[in-house]
């Protein structure tokens, strides 16, 4: 007998409710950033987060298309390292072009010396009849993303939404291998959660998911924040301590999620859920504009936190980023061989799938302590803006919400896949985030 599809999200009408209410919270919270309180007020947002004017819509829809083909331009030349992912429903395994550490750096490296302009050239005073244009290379204008910040978040929802009616399109060609998440047979489901699992293009070699999981937003909140330290330069005449360490923690946030690109290739965004309207607008809408929220409010909010309060922050973030960074290279390394010096210490029970769970090190502590490790690096970044205004910790109220619901979906799929073996781990390791707590 064929069992009931278990909808996620509230089913079909709350993936509807989502895909309605996202974008929205996304314009208002770019606003909210650049005046730095909670304001509904129509007229502030007429004056102070669009720019009125459809055309310059427009020019931003291209420049964030530029920018996405720029990122695939890099991903397809580079040099890279070709990986192979799990074992799917059909018994194949993908490959993938990882080299996504080397286009954050050939990115930062464009965008500080790669605009081209062209200057009329003076005669010498040897050579009088040298005349013409020289072509010079400059710094790209990232002022401009401060600018329009708000023109630009809404292009950037414009085309995610694009792009995801592309590939729930794309996902009824013969042979699609489907998420099991995203084929419930309605339309509406389907589409905000993908339908296809790993939509592929050109010659199958493109694997649209992996590469908008790290590139163009990724790449693109870093870019945003570096911008917003810019023009807090040109503004203020130098660049806060606050806004510093902002840059240095989100910096190092993404550098990381690209340095370690392998270990995306086995966590569930990729193995499991669909390309929908949900990662495609996570990925290219909600993180570049909402997680750049704070660098945002700091360019004209900025606390002056004194030396002491940097200090107490940088330390919190130490902490996060350790336990975070810990506890992922222990599985990862554990993952690859489970014998290598590092990990063959560590305790684990064996299941009967044949996959061993482990018990001991970061993993015997909690369940999901990268996920706390994760939201202590989130409060940090919402620290350093002071206690003047709710907007910035938005990210840190939103993101335990996200990570606790994350852990529910993670424990219920984990049951279904392990069933009394999981069971029994959780006897083992009672705790979900905080060792002795919860």
Request: net charge neutral; aromatic share 16%; with cysteine.
């Amino acid at each position: 007998e064929e069992k009931p599809f278990v909808y996620e999200f509230g089913g079909p009408i709350g993936a509807l409710m989502t895909t309605i209410s996202l974008p929205p919270l996304v314009l208002a919270l770019t606003h909210f950033a650049s005046i730095g309180k909670i304001s509904l007020d129509p007229t502030e947002i007429k004056n102070n987060c669009f720019s009125n004017d459809l055309s310059i819509v427009m020019y931003c829809s291209l420049g964030l298309m530029g920018w996405f083909l720029f990122q695939v331009f890099l991903e397809r030349f580079l040099p890279c390292e070709i990986a192979e992912g799990v074992t799917l429903e059909n018994g194949k395994k993908l490959c993938y072009r990882l080299n996504g550490h080397l286009a954050f750096w050939v990115t930062f490296l464009v965008l500080a010396v790669g605009y081209p302009s062209f200057s009329p050239t003076s005669p010498s005073s040897s050579d009088t009849t040298s005349t013409g244009v020289q072509l010079q290379f400059k710094s790209f204008p990232l002022h401009l993303l401060y600018d329009y910040y708000g023109d630009f978040a809404l292009a950037s929802i414009i085309l995610c939404t694009i792009l995801s009616v592309y590939l729930y399109m794309k996902s009824f060609v013969p042979n699609a291998l489907l998420a099991k998440g995203g084929n419930s047979g309605n339309m509406i489901y389907d589409f905000f959660i993908g339908r296809e699992l790993n939509p592929r293009s050109l010659n199958e070699s493109f694997d649209w998911k992996e590469f908008c999981e790290l590139r163009p937003g990724l790449i693109g909140w870093a870019v945003l924040n570096a911008a917003f330290a810019i023009v807090q330069k040109e503004k203020l005449g130098y660049v806060s301590g606050s806004m510093v360490l902002v840059n240095i923690f989100q910096g190092l946030y993404v550098w990381d999620a690209l340095y370690q690109e392998r270990a995306i290739l086995t966590t569930m965004d990729i193995t499991t859920d669909g390309f929908g309207f949900m990662l495609v607008f996570g990925d290219m809408s909600w993180v570049p504009f909402l997680y750049s929220l704070q660098a945002r409010y700091l360019v004209d909010h900025d606390p002056n936190l004194g030396l002491l309060a940097l200090s107490i922050i940088l330390l919190v973030n130490f902490v996060g980023y350790s336990i975070f960074r810990g506890a992922n290279s222990q599985k990862d390394a554990f993952r690859r061989d489970p014998e290598g010096s590092s990990v063959k210490h560590l305790q684990y029970l064996q299941t009967k799938r044949g996959t061993r769970l482990l018990t001991s090190g970061y993993w015997g502590m909690a369940r999901k302590i990268n996920y706390t490790g994760d939201w202590i690096m989130a409060l940090s970044w919402c620290l350093v803006c002071g206690f003047g205004s709710l907007v910035p910790y938005f990210y840190a109220i939103y993101f335990c919400i996200l990570l606790i619901h994350r852990s529910e979906r993670d424990d219920h799929m984990c049951h279904v896949k392990y069933g009394d073996d999981w069971v029994k781990y959780k006897k083992i390791v009672p705790y979900r985030f905080i060792p002795g707590v919860v």
